[in-house]
């Protein structure tokens, strides 16, 4: 195990977390409020935000499955890294331009910045079983996601101060706070990426591998085809990829939309920024705890305690009605959030063969992306035909509970043994394929 390789890994969530809090869960929702589309009602401006999540959503599950497949065949995860990043890094600053009513441009960019945003984990997370044994994942796993809650978290602090006391940067007002903010997170986001950049894993280039950017795009479809008609051979990959589907399309909408759902319902903007703050400092030690259980009573059980908490969560969101209750419902997500996404990962990469994590991730989110337009959309759906973003909120319940009962169904040890030997036969298959490129004088190798 490379362990600067592996730091770097952790690094990246670190990184791209700023993002996360300040942008997605924020700064964003207020401003987009606000400022973007600030001649319409706040009920109508949490549905424009949803339905662009959704598009975003949607442009990266047609993406990322062909790309994934690239990967690996190139063995060069962290060049796709590297593209998507510095999509998102561009994205991110160009929030720092728009002015009053410019939603188009606000939507434009989200699209843009979840396409690296959410495009760049694709690959990420299909590097971690390249980094570390299966008994590892799940520690590791938990790591990335609590030093994510710190990075974060201590940025998201310095924005908050900007935004609150502009005074102390010199800055004029803030407005003029929350546009440094933006730039803020592109910068750290970019920074902190750099020994990603540099560490990134590489697996051998597959014998498939073509010479041309018109072969790579007939080999990648042919294998996302193969993987669409082979994933059958996985029942337990299958059963966890739909409850995947189901609980974290609930996860994400809660993500995008509390703080927005938070403004709806009159909390302030300054107890919705601390809220969201302590959600990161929450999150760290409870993610290294959860993590730790998770290795020693297994990622499946702690999973399914962890959605059953999101539960309570959503029911409690519905009757929410003043600011301490949005600070509970923060500390709660904070115990909780990090570590449902940390053991669905770790989850998925013992559940696929390990030559084809690339593909398969990518095959995650182009069906979990799908999925993930689904949430955000009954979320602002429901709101506008009831005039209520609360029943909004609690139309979420459907998501986990269906996700929980799909967990109870999945068998990890047999996924496991069905991933393994799945991997022995492809190796055996590249091998045939190199001696009989040697036995003609034609190796496949480069």
């Not at 331009?97 to 699209?111: F, K, P, R």
């Amino acid at each position: 195990m490379d362990k600067r390789a592996v730091k770097a890994w952790i690094m990246y969530d670190w990184a791209n977390s700023a993002y996360a809090t300040t942008v997605l869960a924020a700064v964003l929702p207020v401003f987009y409020a606000s400022v973007a589309v600030a001649t319409v009602d706040k009920d109508t401006a949490a549905s424009y935000l949803a339905y662009t999540h959704s598009i975003g959503m949607l442009c990266v599950a047609l993406l990322t499955p062909l790309l994934g497949t690239l990967a690996d065949l190139s063995g060069r995860k962290g060049n796709f890294l590297r593209v998507f990043t510095i999509t998102g890094v561009v994205a991110t600053l160009g929030f720092s331009v728009i002015g009053e009513g410019d939603w188009l441009l606000a939507s434009a960019l989200l699209v843009l910045s979840t396409i690296g945003f959410a495009g760049g984990n694709t690959f990420y997370d299909a590097m971690l079983p390249d980094l570390v044994p299966a008994e590892r994942r799940d520690m590791v796993s938990s790591k990335g996601y609590a030093y994510g809650y710190i990075g974060g978290g201590l940025l998201l602090a310095i924005n908050l101060l900007m935004i609150q006391q502009p005074g102390w940067f010199g800055l004029p007002d803030t407005l003029a706070g929350t546009r440094l903010a933006f730039v803020s997170v592109a910068l750290w986001w970019l920074l902190f990426s750099i020994p990603i950049f540099r560490h990134a894993p590489r697996r051998p280039a597959s014998p498939e591998l073509p010479a041309s950017w018109t072969g790579y795009a007939k080999v990648g479809v042919r294998r996302l085809r193969q993987t669409f008609g082979q994933i059958r051979r996985f029942p337990q990959l299958l059963r966890m990829l739909v409850a995947f589907w189901f609980f974290n399309d609930g996860i994400n909408t809660i993500i995008l939309m509390a703080t927005i759902y938070g403004t709806s319902i009159g909390i302030g903007t300054s107890d919705l920024m601390l809220a969201l703050l302590l959600t990161q400092f929450i999150g760290f030690p409870c993610t290294l705890l959860l993590g730790a259980w998770a290795q020693r009573w297994g990622a499946k059980r702690v999973l399914i305690v962890s959605l059953s908490v999101y539960i309570c969560i959503v029911v409690l969101g519905y009757f929410m009605n003043q600011a301490l209750h949005f600070y509970i419902l923060a500390g709660l997500v904070g115990v909780v959030q990090g570590i449902s996404q940390s053991t669905a990962r770790s989850l998925f990469s013992n559940l696929m063969p390990a030559g084809r994590t690339g593909e398969y991730f990518g095959f995650v989110n182009i069906t979990g992306k799908f999925a993930s337009i689904f949430g955000p959309f009954v979320f602002g759906y429901v709101g506008q035909i009831t005039g209520s973003t609360r029943w909004g909120i609690l139309s979420l319940i459907f998501f986990f509970a269906a996700g929980i009962v799909m967990l109870l169904m999945v068998n990890v040890q047999r996924g496991i043994q069905d991933a393994g030997l799945a991997d022995q036969e492809e190796q055996e298959r590249i091998r045939g394929m190199n001696i009989a490129g040697n036995a003609t004088g034609v190796p496949f190798t480069h």
